[in-house]
């Protein structure tokens, strides 16, 4: 086959390119990839996919919903300072999670090393010079090793970072900005580079231990990148599927860490120390709900105030009740992981009929599609306890539809995102009431019609 035939040449029954060409000491050089997957990889064929989405949407709807979604992402999470204190409590047990997995299971990255108890004594003295480096301050033991961690790729946090053209808005509006606007943009800057240390603390304790037991700084940086959920890595459709959804990307990348995490062997065959920990999860769960539930006080019914916490605190939160058996103290779960969580919990409370059989068939379904699928799907969730098929039906409406439309179609369904009312609707054995005195005594006056 001469050289314009491997150019033109495709997979049968495909158009995708058979062969990718390089070069090697200037001459050129064709590489047939087996897997059809790694192929469509290697050749940027999944660009086709965004270009696809651009060219129905035309460039200007692109612009304004990658815009858009920008400035929640910039409000949920960069400028966001309840981000660097509980973010990092997640991080923590699912980067744990993942050394586990792979110090443990056959082919491994650093299997043989035992990394945890480093990565949690040099935690927050790696966050601190992690942090110190991002502000330009030097002088720590770790910076020698922040600059390889960097220039090795390890660092992940697509939601933390801009694209070209809003990076090159943000510099213009630095060059005209006035001194106020000035102080104000430095806060921003300081609690984003806050949010980014802690986004890659865990990450960066657990390369240096890696690096310190000896491991190559290529599988230090690949262990560092998948700790918890690598932004970097996208499927074909990600980038737009992102402009419709926030977070679409990052919960299936999340998904598929825990997978990888909690899957293989050791290489006798037994269980990994993942595997292990995730048993260890659900027994804990277990033992500490049927504390709660017996150390708690009780309400005027008689039932354990364990019973009153809401329904989200239980789904994403280790709960410890107080030594006044009234308040509790809460820890939040990772994602994921909380679903492993939600079994031992239930296995307490159906033991100490806080739940029947139907409550925890509905509980396991709504924490696995809490903890498992991308938000489009999270409607799923509430099929063992929605009333009826037309609250499902609203449900459905309000996760389906793209996030720039989640107000009007909240609104326009009277559900928010928990399933709740966000007006009072008429009453069919009475006469119609007036608009305004439909609002809940909650709403604010500035929201009310």
């Known amino acids: 086959m001469n050289t314009t035939d491997m150019r033109t040449a495709t997979i049968e029954g495909t158009k995708d390119p058979k062969y990718m060409s390089v070069k090697v000491g200037g001459e050129e050089v064709f590489i047939e990839i087996k897997s059809p997957a790694l192929n469509r990889a290697m050749q940027n064929l999944g660009a086709q996919q965004y270009e696809a989405t651009f060219e129905v949407l035309n460039k200007s709807t692109t612009a304004f919903l990658q ?13 966001n300072p309840s981000w660097f204190l509980i973010n990092p409590i997640r991080d923590i047990q699912t980067g744990i999670m993942f050394t586990l997995a792979e110090e443990s299971k056959e082919g491994g990255l650093v299997y043989g090393e035992s990394l ?24 720590s033991d770790y910076d020698a090793y922040f600059e390889e961690y960097q220039a090795a790729g390890a660092p992940t946090g697509q939601t933390l970072t801009r694209e070209i053209e809003e990076q090159q808005q943000r510099l213009e509006n630095i060059i005209a900005e006035g001194s106020v606007k000035s ?22 304790a657990a390369y240096i231990a890696a690096r310190d037991k000896g491991v190559s700084v290529q599988k230090a940086a690949l262990l560092a990148k998948n700790m918890t959920v690598n932004f970097n890595r996208k499927g074909e459709a990600s980038s737009a599927a992102n402009l ?92 994921g992981y909380g679903f492993i969580h939600t079994i031992g919990r239930l296995a307490a409370e159906y033991e100490h009929d806080a739940i029947d059989v139907g409550d925890v068939s509905a509980e396991i379904t709504a924490a696995f599609v809490h903890h498992m699928l991308p938000p489009p799907l999270g409607f799923l969730g509430a099929v063992g306890t929605a009333d009826d098929a037309t609250e499902i039906a609203k449900r459905g409406f309000n996760d ?46 500035g929201y009310r019609v």
Do not use: C
């Open 67 to 79: 815009w858009f979604q920008n400035m929640r992402r910039n409000m949920l999470i960069n400028y």
């Open 116 to 139: 945890t108890a480093d990565i949690l004594k040099n935690y927050f003295p790696v966050a601190g010079a992690y942090f110190a480096n991002l502000r330009g301050k030097k002088g």
């Open 183 to 204: 102080k104000v943009r430095a806060l921003g800057d300081l609690i984003e580079d806050a949010n980014t240390a802690s986004e890659n603390a865990v990450r960066f």
């Open 244 to 335: 419709f959804y926030l977070f679409f990307n990052a919960a299936v990348q999340g998904t598929d860490q825990i997978v990888k995490a909690m899957s293989g062997r050791s290489p006798t065959g037994g269980l990994t120390k993942a595997q292990m920990a995730g048993i260890a999860i659900a027994t804990s769960a277990y033992a500490i709900t049927k504390h709660n539930i017996e150390a708690a006080d009780e309400d005027d019914d008689g039932e354990s105030l364990y019973n009153d916490l809401a329904p989200y605190d239980k789904l994403m939160s280790w709960n410890f009740v107080r030594a006044d058996g009234k308040t509790f103290f809460q820890l939040p779960l990772p994602y």
């Open 400 to 445: 389906l539809v793209p996030d720039i439309f989640e107000f009007p179609a909240t609104v326009a369904t009277n559900m928010n995102h928990f399933g709740a009312p966000i007006y009072i609707e008429d009453n069919p054995l009475l006469p119609p009431a007036p608009d305004s005195s439909k609002a809940k005594r909650s709403t604010e006056k």
